[in-house]
Antibody
Framework: EVQLVESGGGLVQPGGSLRLSCAASGFTFSSYWMSWVRQAPGKGLEWVANIKQDGSEKYYVDSVKGRFTISRDNAKNSLYLQMNSLRAEDTAVYYC?????????????WGQGTLVTVSS | SYVLTQPPSVSVAPGKTARITCGGNNIGSKSVHWYQQKPGQAPVLVIYYDSDRPSGIPERFSGSNSGNTATLTISRVEAGDEADYYCQVWDSSSDHRGVFGGGTKLTVL
């Protein structure tokens, strides 16, 4: 059974940093692109970033470029999102999602999400 | 950047057919995926690559994509189908970014 479990969310002050983790199991992690998708309270889904199987390609939504870094450790079946210079508008539930073997795949499995709150 | 437009809400009586649209410039040339999200839950994939259904998704869910509009169709709507629905594509012309529509709240009357 495919499982994605996020952790690392919490309350952080504006300008602060946070590192999210996603532990994957039930599939060959190193064979898939992986993504982070977020959802602000009461709002829609927003794709944040994705990373290729070997980490050689990474893409970001404009609003987080230069502040967030996506990475992965295939030996640990884990996906990460390092978030720096956090802003109030980054407040959201962050989901880890498996996004296919090809670059333009589908988000076929999602974690339960971890809440990040940026507030003083 | 590429924009997907969905109606904020669609209402339908039980047993009837609901159609949720997703508009985008020449969206017919892209692959469209659809997600269902119920309150307090993570999204669930219901249609991928325009019209394919994942295992476990009822045949009542179907999809189409042509021209500037993709459509998610739910036949014989049930109370349990009430949820938010999102369309999604990849914008390969813009650094390979994921794009979601704004979401449509399906209300079963």
């Amino acid at each position: 059974e495919v499982q994605l479990v996020e952790s690392g969310g919490g309350l952080v002050q504006p300008g602060g940093s946070l590192r999210l983790s996603c532990a994957a199991s039930g599939f060959t992690f190193s064979s898939y692109w992986m993504s982070w998708v977020r959802q602000a309270p009461g709002k829609g889904l927003e794709w944040v970033a994705n990373i290729k199987q070997d980490g050689s390609e990474k893409y970001y939504v404009d609003s987080v470029k230069g502040r967030f870094t996506i990475s992965r450790d295939n030996a640990k079946n884990s996906l990460y999102l390092q978030m720096n210079s956090l802003r109030a508008e980054d407040t959201a539930v962050y989901y880890c999602a498996r996004s296919g073997m090809a670059a333009a795949g589908t988000f076929d499995y999602w974690g339960q999400g971890t809440l990040v709150t940026v507030s003083s | 950047s590429y924009v997907l437009t969905q109606p904020p809400s669609v209402s339908v009586a039980p047993g009837k057919t609901a159609r949720i649209t997703c508009g985008g410039n020449n969206i017919g040339s892209k692959s469209v995926h659809w997600y269902q999200q119920k309150p307090g839950q993570a999204p669930v994939l219901v249609i991928y690559y325009d019209s394919d259904r994942p295992s476990g998704i009822p045949e009542r869910f179907s999809g189409s994509n042509s021209g500037n509009t993709a459509t998610l169709t739910i036949s014989r709507v049930e109370a349990g189908d009430e949820a938010d629905y999102y369309c999604q594509v990849w914008d390969s012309s813009s650094d390979h970014r994921g794009v979601f529509g704004g979401g449509t709240k399906l209300t079963v009357l």
